[in-house]
């Protein structure tokens, strides 16, 4: 199954986090799995963002579930200069 993600915000395009593509096996009978997206800290104030996690392509006789998309939201944490 294929994983990415999408931005959601032109601010995120300038380096908030790590953008991630990559391929999840699931175990036989697995239904949940961890994902590390780094967030980086850029030290430019500026509002919460967020971004989308999308899961795609299941392997051949699997479906994806009714929730296939996650929105992760930055909040913000630099200090404002």
Do not use: H, W
């Not at 030290?43 to 006789?61: D, I, K, Q, R």
């Not at 699997?62 to 296939?68: A, E, N, W």
Request: charged content about 15%.
């Amino acid at each position: 199954m294929q994983m990415f993600t999408k931005c959601l915000s032109l601010s995120l395009l300038a380096g908030d986090y790590t953008v991630v593509r990559m391929t999840l096996t699931f175990p036989a009978g697995t239904t949940r799995m961890p994902v590390t997206i780094r967030t980086l800290d850029d030290n430019v104030g500026e509002p919460s963002e967020m971004f989308t996690a999308v899961l795609s392509s299941p392997g051949s006789g699997l479906v994806l579930g009714p929730q296939d998309t996650a929105t992760i939201t930055i909040p913000e944490n630099d200090s404002k200069k």
